[in-house]
């Protein structure tokens, strides 16, 4: 069973940034295609973000693209997503995700992902 640690959330000023890690201790993280997620009070699970097995892809929501990075680190196993310009509409838990099954590509669906994280706050208000 892959455990999932998110990590980097917190209070941010709008228009500042962060960055949030995904590390799987124990596992290797290469082995598996990743997504991030987000969740506002309210609102249904959305994908933010994904990364390809194979490191070719990698794939953002119309709502974060120019603003969100995602990157992978083989040789600390952890993913990242840089956030930069935050909005007020980027509060939400974040969540990363683990998919075995894909290889060249990724998916902004989370049904397509088995492994999931704790989630970790992030709060963009001035």
């Known amino acids: 069973q892959v455990q999932l640690v998110e990590s980097g959330g917190g209070l941010v000023q709008p228009g500042g940034s962060l960055r949030l890690s995904c590390a799987a201790p124990g596992f290797i993280l290469a082995d598996y295609a990743i997504g991030w997620f987000r969740q506002a009070p309210g609102k249904e699970r959305e994908g933010v973000s994904c990364?390809?097995?194979?490191?070719?892809?990698?794939y953002y929501a119309d709502s974060v693209k120019g603003r969100f990075t995602i990157s992978r680190d083989k040789a600390k196993s952890t993913v990242y997503l840089q956030m930069d310009s935050l909005k007020s509409e980027d509060t939400a838990v974040y969540y990363c995700?683990?998919?075995?099954?894909?290889?060249?590509?990724?998916?902004?669906?989370?049904?397509?992902?088995?492994?999931w994280g704790q989630g970790t706050q992030v709060t963009v208000s001035s």
């Open positions: 995700a683990a998919d075995r099954d894909t290889w060249f590509t990724c998916h902004l669906a989370p049904g397509a992902y088995e492994y």
């Open positions: 990364i390809s097995r194979s490191l070719t892809n990698t």
